[in-house]
């Protein structure tokens, strides 16, 4: 049985790499060097993958980085709040005030993941990933997937809400356009603030500054909590030899916030531990 | 470059407000007295080499042959794993000096900041000044 069954297999495929190679040849010798703009449509319909050439190279993993303003750029303003927020805002300035770091306290410690925008500047990497319509991108906090449809078709009517929301995106020559809604209320949009209106709108410009450096523009728009859109940007170090881990939060979480909602640390050990 | 002292503060203030606390751990430190170093010695009792953050569980000897346990947490794996250390860094059994920031409340935990082992060699555990 075995006997027979094998050298069918390898004809069959001996046969089906002739054919595609005689098919290679037939367009490597095509009386054109350059393919019309007909042609490479043609091209992209019959193989969408083809259209991935066109775009950066992002490969590898990026790590947001601490990068002070360069010479002749401006420090990020301060965001100007309605009331209810500026007060939650001014509570967390008096903290930094006394003492200076990470003031911050957020659900994120209870392993409750960060929404857009702020799930992307968390201390570990994120990868970009481009298919035919869609860029990709992995979080390595929470191990969190962002989809962002590229192909053009509208965003849906009335999704529900998510941490990472609702995104479309589009190519303005090498920058990627992403506009997010539909985010979770209950995440933050801006560090030292808790919550946010159905309305937030994230828009996102992501582009090569340097061979190495992605810089991604991020402006806010949300009335309930923004008197003016607050934009913010952020470096990202590229790293090619890493890779992206996994991160299991729940595995063995000792900071997760008191019934308070206070900053917490537990010194018992935990089964994931 | 050298910056003044007035500049560099004011550009850590930008790149903060620009990239925001979360550059640093998944929680606020309020817990911790962030910036104020201590040290410990002790045995390694346990070592948590886990998400979001790593633990070390120190035995350190205390009056009349009394011992108490110590948790001390740290960067997670992945953080670590980047910069030189990795699940075989510390092992249980191993005397180590540990510099680390101290929980207000006087329980017996902090947040490692730097790990001599027996081997005299010492492991930075968070971003040094030059780092990221």
């Known amino acids: 049985m075995r006997r027979t069954v094998v050298p069918v297999a390898w004809v069959t495929a001996i046969c089906a790499a002739l054919l595609s190679a005689c098919g290679a040849q037939s367009v490597s010798t095509a009386p054109s060097p350059a393919p019309s703009p007909a042609a490479a449509a043609a091209s992209e319909a019959s193989n969408p993958y083809a259209m991935l050439a066109k775009l950066p190279d992002w490969g590898g993993v990026w790590d947001v980085t601490f990068r002070p303003p360069q010479p002749g750029e401006a420090a990020a303003p301060a965001p100007k709040f309605t009331p209810p927020y500026q007060k939650q805002w001014d509570k967390y300035q008096a903290l930094n005030k006394k003492q200076p770091g990470l003031n911050f306290v957020s659900e994120v410690a209870s392993c409750i993941p960060p929404g857009v925008p702020q799930s992307m500047t968390q201390p570990y990497p994120i990868e970009f990933l481009f298919t035919p319509g869609r860029v990709t991108i992995l979080i390595e906090t929470e191990g969190l997937t962002r989809r962002i449809y590229t192909d053009g078709s509208p965003p849906p009517e009335n999704p529900d809400p998510s941490f990472q929301g609702t995104s479309v995106g589009h190519w303005e020559n090498d920058t990627l356009v992403v506009e997010t809604s539909a985010i979770l209320p209950q995440t933050s949009p801006v560090n030292g603030i808790n919550g946010h209106s159905d309305k937030l709108h994230v828009t996102e410009r992501i582009h090569l500054v340097d061979p190495n450096t992605l810089e991604i523009t991020t402006t806010r728009v949300d009335p309930a909590v923004f008197v003016e859109p607050y934009t913010t940007k952020a470096y990202y170090k590229r790293h090619r030899d890493w890779k992206i881990m996994e991160y299991v939060c729940e595995q063995n979480n000792h900071d997760a916030l008191d019934a308070n909602g206070n900053a917490a640390f537990s010194l018992k050990h935990k089964p994931g531990g | ?132």
């Not at chain 2, 560099?8 to 979360?22: K, W």
């Not at chain 2, 740290?74 to 059994?93: E, N, Q, T």
């Not at chain 2, 680390?100 to 730097?114: E, Q, S, T």
């Open chain 2, 1 to 132: 470059m050298k910056l003044g002292n007035g500049l560099r503060v004011a550009a850590i203030c930008a790149a903060t407000l620009a990239v925001g606390d979360s550059a640093m751990a998944h929680h606020s430190t309020a817990m911790f007295e962030w910036g104020t170093e201590k040290t410990l010695s002790g045995t390694i009792e346990r070592y948590e080499w886990t998400q979001p953050h790593t633990f070390i569980w120190l035995t350190v000897p205390g009056k009349q042959g009394k011992t108490r346990e110590w948790g001390l947490e740290g960067m997670s794996p992945s953080w670590l794993g980047r910069r030189g250390w990795s699940l075989h860094s510390l092992s249980v059994g191993d005397k180590v000096a540990i510099v680390y920031y101290p929980l207000k409340d006087g329980r017996p935990g902090g947040f490692y900041v730097r790990v001599t082992g027996p081997d005299g060699k010492t492991l930075e555990a968070l971003p040094t000044r030059n780092q990221r």
